[in-house]
């Protein structure tokens, strides 16, 4: 059915930036809200940002608002995550999901039927 993978995450000195990319294989690629979310070790996956269906809506974390775009291209499936001013604290594997059509929270992993296999994004200090 629907794959998401993603790519983009490496290393970068606090201050830069890196634009993570998801793509996705399957149908119906515009009619679900898309997310990331991330995870450092030994810590619960948290939420980071989410797009609705068509792009017009978006939603963030507070702690990364004002620096990480979400953004969508429902022709080339992808989504995207320009991250700028990175942190040491963003440091986290960076996953993409898809909500399911059922509805649900942005903010819930609950609310993702589909993952990718996660990328590794490390902000040196």
């Known amino acids: 059915q629907v794959q998401l993978v993603e790519s983009g995450g490496g290393l970068v000195q606090a201050g830069g930036s890196l634009r993570l990319s998801c793509a996705a294989s399957?149908?119906?690629?515009?009619?679900?809200?898309m997310g990331w979310f991330r995870q450092a070790p030994g810590k619960e996956r948290e939420f980071v940002a989410a797009?609705?269906?068509?792009?017009?809506?978006?939603y963030y974390q507070d702690s990364v608002k004002g620096r990480f775009t979400i953004s969508r291209d429902n022709a080339k499936n992808m989504v995207y995550l320009q991250m700028n001013s990175l942190k040491p604290e963003d440091t986290a594997v960076y996953y993409c999901?898809?909500?399911?059509?059922?509805?649900?929270?942005?903010?819930?992993?609950?609310?993702?039927?589909?993952w990718g296999q996660g990328t590794q994004v490390t902000v040196s200090s």
């Open positions: 797009i609705s269906w068509s792009g017009g809506n978006t």
């Open positions: 999901a898809r909500a399911g059509s059922w509805g649900g929270s942005y903010y819930s992993s609950m609310t993702y039927d589909y």
């Open positions: 399957g149908r119906t690629f515009s009619s679900y809200r």
